[in-house]
């Protein structure tokens, strides 16, 4: 991966500096972010969102995969599709939308959804994973992959109105598959969802790839972050490391 | 005594509300509680919470927001219990 760490332009300075005032980041930070490398598999509603805010921080490179074209149908919640690209690829209309955003970075569009055949390939490629997946076998050929390279891979996940998030450090803190050691049988790969519930998602998922990269603040590792929009609850439970786990467990 | 329970995600809609208060005699673990909850509703929360009329594999509970793991949990006056089944939705 091209890692810049590289000062900051005059020109980026100026684009980041109202970030580089939140305590704990500064031009160290900033320069932190330009570095990274980070891969959003699919970028829909959740992570669609997720690439917007962590293209517009800045980060250095971030790596999208997403197969498929646009359907009329994403149009409710995946802001960076439009109208005019529907019936074309998905990922390279991302792409296109946040190189508008932020033409400082390099943008990687990789037409494919995650699967035990490319996810290895796909976590080599970035620092920071963020899982925007809609199936949990993607997210668990992520996690399984995110484990074995040592990668920190934030989990993203919605229902309706309902929202989940959490930061895996790899071999510290619990993994997905201690959570949920096999796929629900009630879970479909269609769900109901408001935009503005997935981007939210998004966007959470974005501010803790930004901690991790920069070291500030607190991710949520070992802690669950799941709120309901219908009526504003927010719980952070905290959970915890299998020993048993299948894939990070000890036994 | 009286617990508190609150239902997140697809459990808020197999249940029908979003959080109740619930009366259960002592001693009673958070599993066998939210056991009982399901088997006694029926329908799609037990379709959601039960397996072979045991919880879920894959359902998180949390008694005032600390996971609910393998070892009973007992239930103590004002507890707050989450049901917090796992979700994949993501960018479809």
Known sequence: MPARDEPLTPEERETYEWQMWVPGVGEEGQRKLKAASVLVTRVGGLGGLAAYELAAAGVGRIVLAHAGVIKRSDLNRQLLMTHTAIGTSRVECAARRLRELNPRIDLLAVPENVSPANADRLVDMADVVVCCAPLFEERFALNEQCFRQGKPMVDCAMYELTGQVTTILPGKTACLACRVPEAPDSWRRQFPVFGAVSGAVGCLGAMEAIKLITGMGEPLADRLLTFDLRDGRFRTVQISRRADCQICGSK | ?92
Do not use: T
Not at chain 2, 20 to 40: H, K, N
Not at chain 2, 57 to 83: C, F, T
């Open chain 2, 1 to 92: 005594m009286r617990v508190v329970v609150e239902y997140f995600g697809p459990a808020r809609d197999a249940a029908g509300v979003a959080r109740e208060e619930v009366d259960v005699e002592p001693p009673c673990s958070a599993q066998e509680f939210v056991a009982r909850i399901a088997r006694s509703r029926g329908g799609r929360l037990a379709a959601l919470l039960l397996r072979d009329d045991h919880l879920s594999p894959v359902l998180l509970l949390a008694v005032n927001d600390k996971q609910v793991e393998v070892e009973p949990v007992s239930l103590r006056e004002g507890d707050v219990v989450a049901i917090i089944p796992p979700v994949s939705g993501g960018a479809c």
